[in-house]
């Protein structure tokens, strides 16, 4: 008899340390699981586009150009030029000195 109440005890357990263990290894996994996606994420997500490339290299070529004339010898919108001007200012390649009529500086962050 106390054989039965043992061996009912010891399922008992497992079943509950199962379930812990798949609790505390399903948090485990998705904490580092995530850390790693958003590291990989950060990395994929800062290279630049063919588009930015080609916008810094005329950016190099003349400081003054606006993103009509971007978007012209580039042969996209002035909109999307205008994200892709974005995106670089964001991730500190770009900055625009002066106004409308100032011009661009590229950082040497790239």
């Given at each position: ?22 609790k ?12 790693v ?6 990395k ?18 003349n400081?003054?150009i ?25 991730l ?8 409308t009529?100032?011009h661009w ?5 790239i």
């Amino acid at each position: 008899m106390l054989g039965v109440i043992l061996d009912a005890v010891r399922k008992a357990c497992n079943k509950v340390g199962n379930r812990v263990g798949n609790k505390v290894g399903n948090r485990v996994g998705n904490r580092v699981g995530n850390r790693v996606g958003n590291k990989v994420g950060n990395k994929v997500g800062n290279t630049l586009t063919d588009i930015q490339l080609k916008v810094i290299e005329n950016i190099k070529l003349n400081s003054k150009i606006s993103a009509v004339k971007l978007s012209e010898k580039i042969g996209i919108s002035k909109r999307k030029i205008e994200e892709n001007l974005a995106k670089l200012k964001e991730l500190n390649i770009l900055n625009r000195v002066g106004g409308t009529r100032g011009h661009w500086k590229i950082t040497d962050e790239i």
